[in-house]
């Protein structure tokens, strides 16, 4: 059974960083791209970040370039997202999915996801 579960959230202040992992297993890690997507309260879910595990193709919305960094480690079926410089926009509850039929970029955010984990909470204090 595929399974993908976020770990790393928490309470930070504007200005600070936390980095969300999420773990995969049950599919082909290596095959697959993982994309990672924020809803915050009262909003639709949004797209935030992807990476392709095969070539570590990523890809960024512009509301996080230059502070958010995707990253994967197929020897552990893991797929980090360092967060810097920490907004309270960026408060959301963060979820990663996966898909093996959709390589990073801009349209993986309006794809239908293969699987989904339950999310993490990220809250950014001012």
């Known amino acids: 059974e595929a399974q993908l579960v976020e770990s790393g959230g928490g309470l930070v202040q504007a200005g600070g960083s936390l980095r969300l992992s999420c773990a995969a297993s049950g599919f082909t890690f290596a095959d697959a791209t993982i994309g990672w997507f924020r809803q915050a309260p009262g909003k639709e879910r949004e797209g935030v970040s992807c990476i392709t595990n095969s070539d570590g193709n990523s890809y960024y919305v512009d509301s996080v370039k230059g502070r958010f960094t995707i990253s994967s480690d197929n020897a552990k079926n893991t797929v980090y997202l360092q967060m810097n410089s920490l907004e309270p926009e960026d408060t959301a509850v963060y979820y990663c999915?996966?898909?093996?039929?959709?390589?990073?970029?801009?349209?993986?955010?309006?794809?239908?996801?293969?699987?989904w984990g339950k999310g993490t909470l990220v809250t950014v204090s001012s």
């Open positions: 999915a996966a898909t093996t039929l959709v390589d990073a970029g801009p349209l993986i955010f309006f794809y239908d996801m293969d699987y």
